[in-house]
């Protein structure tokens, strides 16, 4: 990885704070001392609620905010547009339909298991029919591949508003689906994170790997092209791993705005467009951001807590605005 000294500097020190205040964030405000004497291993209740539950979720969280600054870098990278965001190509409507399912279906699993697992592969099926539509048409091209992003993600759209109508009941309340598409960030076990852990870094070695195809890309495809890249080849390949790790974001996390959009911005600012350190640095910066907004979504209106979702978009709503209207004036 490709990360100027001086930026690090900045980043770890952000991180940290990040950290920090996620720890310390909630209805019950933890203070430096008592965040000390958790980690120094004291066994009273509040301790133990430190370590088992809230430093996990908010280890959960920084992971899940670098793979939605990963996912919104290869996308925005793929597309050749500062404007594109993770759920581009149907996988937000994928990953909705597949929560619906788990939430609303008695299927005799983990109610963990059932969601992440149901979200993934919503979220993956999704691009893969984007992508099987797209050449179906006759187009690989990134502008085909969007318009197929947008019909897919409406026929998913409709589907699930139909299984919400149809699954519904007395007995299930539609109020869990609603609530996990608005964002939230699951509590893990300490193996559950581990495997996101080490799945996520699975997810940066690939992403790693097309960063010299995303900086030939951004020259167009017929000077990709003319370097060597087959560009089909290519944009299928990066789309694919792209949606990997949105799925896996969306498994733990749900449906967060703004922060795949947001993160490779301020990464770019930072680093530059080269994508061998653009790639983790907004991973850093997605880590960064998620942390805070899901201490701020557990603190601001005790004891109940806000949906991640809604805290991102308020955060990403107004940066969103600025970024377009910077783009018009260019």
Not at 82 to 107: F, H, Q, W
Not at 162 to 174: I, K, N, P, Q, W
């Amino acid at each position: 990885m490709s990360i100027p000294l001086r930026i690090a500097s900045r980043l770890v020190p952000l991180l940290v704070l990040a950290l920090a205040f996620g720890i310390a964030a909630g209805h019950d405000w933890a203070g430096p001392a008592r965040i000390v004497r958790a980690l120094g291993g004291a066994d009273d209740l509040r301790s133990r609620l430190l370590l088992e539950w809230r430093l996990p979720r908010v280890l959960a969280a920084a992971v899940v905010g670098s793979l939605l600054g990963l996912g919104g870098a290869i996308f925005q990278g793929v597309f050749r547009n500062p404007l594109a965001e993770p759920y581009l190509l149907g996988s937000a409507g994928g990953a909705a339909i597949g929560a619906t399912v788990a939430l609303l279906v008695p299927l005799g699993l983990p109610s963990s298991l059932a969601l992440g697992g149901f979200s993934f592969l919503g979220a993956w099926g999704a691009t893969l029919m984007v992508l099987a539509v797209a050449r179906g048409a006759g187009t690989r091209d990134a502008a085909g591949l969007l318009l197929a992003g947008v019909a897919v993600a409406a026929m998913l759209g409709a589907v699930r508003s139909f299984l919400m109508l149809a699954l519904s009941d007395e007995s299930v309340s539609l109020q869990v689906v609603l609530s996990w598409t608005l964002g939230g960030v699951q509590t893990p076990t300490w193996e559950g994170l581990a495997w996101l852990a080490g799945l996520s870094g699975l997810a940066l070695g690939a992403s790693l790997r097309l960063a010299h195809g995303l900086d030939l890309l951004g020259l167009g495809e017929d000077q990709a092209q003319a370097f060597g890249l087959d560009t089909a080849r290519f944009v299928a390949r990066a789309i694919l791993v792209g949606a990997a790790i949105v799925a896996l974001a969306v498994a733990y996390g749900g449906l967060v705005a703004f922060v795949g959009l947001t993160a490779p911005h301020v990464a770019r600012w930072w680093v530059g467009p080269r994508h061998r350190g653009l790639l983790p640095v907004s991973a850093a910066i997605g880590a960064l951001l998620v942390m805070v907004c899901d201490g701020l979504a557990r603190s601001v209106l005790p004891p109940a807590e806000i949906p991640l979702g809604l805290v991102t978009a308020a955060a990403g709503g107004p940066f969103f605005l600025f970024l377009l209207r910077r783009r018009m004036r260019a």
